[in-house]
């Protein structure tokens, strides 16, 4: 079966879906359409921005979201997922491919999504950090043991694949959490430059931002099961999908346990539709044996 699954935020980079503007014209249709939606010219930073511009949480997702989105459509008759899946900001657009959201609510709820966290980020000065090497469940015993000494918010939020699991929360816990990582047998804990704390408790002010507009989304039966980051289970009921969506900008990614899944439900073949090659990476290291790749667009 065809698995095709969707990168988050940190796979931009500049120049991304330029080819794709200058070779296809369904590309820069939609691409044209998403600069009216935005009410600026995301294009210009997309192909001819500084890296610090694309940084920049409220463009980098919808970024990352066009690019991703904009391949998919490309494929035209080879894209055929049978189950589709998105890291964090990536589950909007397997939602979108998959027929769940259309292309200009998706593009409208990832700006409203990257608003909001933004915004949460300015409020909470916050961190990540990614833990290598050192068994999930030691990472989140330490993480509740940091949470426990008064130093702020410490939980696991990204399940990348095994032995690499992102924390997030206040940066004083982050920092202890790290030290106390390396100390348990880490082979590293890398402060990530991030704008702050996603999947974690801190964002529950863009969750609530969020909420209302997602509620006044219209979402549609998809095509094929959206196995989301919540519960890493497939959804195919609208209004389950909305409600995990909600819920996802405080809960944990839960990306190792989506792979496994998808493999067990019969995944034979994975193919990352967006930017850069990091899930590539993940898939492999969760199940060497799967066939993953990423996708060639003209």
């Known amino acids: 079966m065809k698995a ?8 931009q980079f500049v120049g991304m879906g330029k080819d794709l503007y200058d070779n296809n014209e369904t590309a820069k249709d939609l691409f044209e359409k998403a600069n009216d939606i935005l009410g600026y010219r995301i294009t210009d930073i997309m192909f001819e921005g500084t890296d610090e511009d694309l940084k920049q949480t409220k463009v980098t997702q919808p970024a990352v979201f066009l690019h991703s989105v904009i391949t998919a459509i490309c494929m035209g008759d080879d894209f055929k997922p049978e189950m ?3 890291h964090s900001l990536g589950e909007f657009s397997a939602l979108v491919a998959a027929g769940a959201l259309s292309f200009e609510d998706g593009l409208k709820l990832v700006y409203a999504r990257a608003m909001a966290m933004q915004k949460a980020c300015e409020k909470q000065p916050s961190t990540m950090a990614a833990i290598i090497g050192l068994a999930d469940e030691k990472v989140e015993e330490i993480c509740a043991e940091v949470s426990k000494m008064g130093k702020g918010v410490c939980v696991a939020a990204n399940y990348n694949n095994p032995g690499q699991l992102v924390i997030s929360g206040d940066i004083e816990a982050i920092n202890e ?25 801190l964002m529950q002010p863009a969750k609530d931002e969020l909420q209302t507009a997602i509620e006044n989304t219209e979402f549609h039966t998809p095509k ?3 196995y989301q980051n919540v519960d890493a289970n497939a959804h195919t009921d609208a209004a389950e999908i909305k409600a995990n969506l909600i819920a996802q900008l405080t809960s944990p990614v839960r990306w190792t346990q989506i ?3 998808m493999i067990a439900d019969g995944a034979t073949e994975f193919t990352e539709c967006g930017p850069g090659k990091a899930l590539k990476g993940m898939i492999s290291k ?8 990423g996708v060639v667009t003209e």
């Open 4 to 11: 095709f699954v969707f990168p988050g935020q940190g796979a």
């Open 84 to 86: 589709v899946a998105g």
């Open 177 to 201: 959490a790290c030290e106390q990582l390396k100390a348990a047998g880490a082979k590293r804990a890398l402060i990530l430059k991030v704008g702050g704390a996603f999947h974690s408790p």
């Open 224 to 226: 094929c099961p959206v």
């Open 259 to 261: 792979v496994q899944h």
């Open 286 to 293: 969760i199940n060497k044996e799967v066939n993953v790749h």
